[in-house]
């Protein structure tokens, strides 16, 4: 199975940077995503790793530490609309987990002005 | 290119009846996966579709069942249902079972009295 931690809120000030944890124990592991849920909305994609190291795009950075089972996703330049949910997401390798994925509770970033 | 819809998008059903849910994927994807969402926490996976077949389930009971169409759109049924399925109930498609992007629906509001 797949057991996802990842912090239930973060506050941070607009032009901030931001950290977001997740850690991971997995018996099979296919990826690693990042997904933005804004209240009453649904998730939308923002990176994933499958490879260690760190993928950038744009204000959004996420690196993924297979070793350690550990990833962060970094919002740079915070703004206003970046206060949502962060959904950090697993996909399975193993026969009976394969493509699925496993979601954490997600984390709420509130930024203030 | 269309993008991922759901219908309906609220429902409010009474503890014991039965609810099908329907979702239209993405122009181009053959997978769709069914997540159930309470407030609050992550989406928790119920199933997944790959061409027509059931490709993986979450831990959820056969009273949550559903299909998957020749041009790929989906339907979830729940029966029996039970105030605890109140919940956002989200399906996303993708190419393939192992599609690097899942892209969501904007989800059904089931609210069970």
């Known amino acids: 199975g797949q057991n996802i931690d990842q912090p239930t809120e973060m506050t941070a000030t607009e032009g901030a940077i931001v950290q977001i944890n997740c850690t991971y124990q997995t018996s099979g592991f296919n990826g690693l995503f990042w997904y933005q849920q804004h209240a009453g909305e649904a998730p939308t994609f923002l990176s994933y790793?499958?490879?260690?190291g760190l993928e950038e795009k744009g204000r959004f950075s996420s690196f993924l530490s297979r070793s350690k089972g550990y990833s962060y996703l970094l919002l740079k330049e915070l703004q206003m609309k970046d206060s949502a949910s962060y959904l950090c997401?697993?996909?399975?390798?193993?026969?009976?987990?394969?493509?699925?994925?496993?979601f954490g509770a997600g984390t709420q970033v509130v930024v203030t002005p | 290119e269309t993008g991922v819809t759901q219908s309906p998008t609220h429902l409010i059903k009474t503890r014991g009846q039965q609810v099908t849910l329907r979702c239209s994927s993405q122009s181009g994807h053959n997978t769709v996966s069914w997540y159930q969402q309470a407030l609050g926490q992550g989406p928790q996976f119920i199933f997944q579709y790959y061409r027509e077949e059931e490709n993986g389930r979450g831990n959820f009971p056969p009273r949550f069942s559903g299909l998957q169409f020749p041009n790929y759109s989906s339907e979830l049924n729940v029966n029996a249902l039970e105030l605890d399925d109140s919940a956002l109930y989200l399906c996303?498609?993708?190419?393939?079972?192992?599609?690097?992007?899942?892209?969501f629906g904007p989800g059904t509001r089931l609210t069970v009295t």
């Open positions: 996303a498609s993708s190419m393939g079972i192992q599609g690097d992007e899942q892209y």
């Open positions: 790793n499958v490879l260690d």
């Open positions: 997401a697993v996909r399975g390798l193993t026969t009976d987990s394969w493509g699925k994925f496993q």
